[in-house]
């Protein structure tokens, strides 16, 4: 097993129990007590957990998993995602792609492709910076910490003078009922804006969004045209989805 997925295994068993011993650890991933020792080791640099005797704790919390990681969090399912994602764009649309791990994992797939692309955040743009096909333009404002995200009013005027083909959008927390949301109420509304100003909306969601609602509304379901995500996603969910018209692809 790589390191990635031991990561995860490992971010999972925290988010299941406040503590969890490395030998447990260690009979969970097949791996040797010391291996799983230099994981907590390098997970915690990352600020993704405390290092107790014997023992992890978790330091995550309902609010917003920081970026690093929720990169390391069901990787496979997101690729798989990403894929589809990619699949469904065109060459010379002009698109906008949302900050976010999955979205992240889209946009390293476009490389090869001839499209102008509008990036909500660092992360992305770093990902395309060097694609000879894409045109990438840059919305300008104020980086948010850690997600490396563009907010601010400044954002927000790039799609007052800007249309866009489509909005590749992920999502913090997804539900028919409220709709997509955001932890970050500046980054919710930038994500409105860009949603308003592009023709189509694929929604990238890995299946652990859905049924949460986080602090800031970005759009109802019905703004959505594409939701791709995983067969994890609760069949009751991708059920109402598909009732309120919006076309549903499980990878």
Do not use: W
Not at 146 to 167: C, H, I, K, N, W
Not at 177 to 204: C, F, M, P
């Amino acid at each position: 097993m790589d390191g990635a997925k031991r990561h995860e295994l490992i971010l999972q068993s925290l988010r299941q129990g406040e503590r969890v011993a490395v030998g447990e650890l260690a009979e969970l991933t097949g791996c040797s007590e010391m291996t799983i020792r230099r994981d907590l080791d390098t997970l915690e640099r990352e600020g993704l957990l405390r290092r107790v005797r014997g023992a992890a704790v978790g330091m995550l919390t309902g609010e917003e998993v920081p970026y690093a990681a929720r990169g390391k969090q069901r990787i496979e399912a997101k690729r798989r995602i990403a894929l589809a994602v990619a699949e469904l764009i065109d060459d010379g649309e002009s698109i906008v792609v949302d900050g976010g791990s999955t979205t992240l994992e889209a946009a390293k797939l476009l490389t090869e492709r001839r499209l102008t692309v509008l990036p909500l955040s660092l992360h992305v743009a770093n990902a395309l910076r060097g694609a000879e096909r894409v045109r990438l333009v840059l919305p300008g404002g104020d980086l948010r910490p850690g997600e490396l995200s563009f907010v601010g009013p400044l954002t927000e005027y790039a799609f007052q003078v800007m249309r866009f083909d489509t909005m590749v959008l992920g999502s913090c927390g997804l539900s028919v009922r409220n709709g997509v949301s955001s932890h970050d109420l500046q980054e919710g509304a930038v994500k409105k804006a860009a949603v308003t100003a592009s023709a189509r909306v694929i929604a990238a969601v890995d299946g652990s969004k859905f049924g949460r609602t986080a602090f800031g509304r970005v759009c109802g379901i019905e703004a959505i045209d594409v939701l791709v995500t995983d067969e994890d996603a609760p069949a009751d969910e991708i059920a109402a989805v598909r009732d309120a018209g919006v076309e549903v692809r499980l990878v």
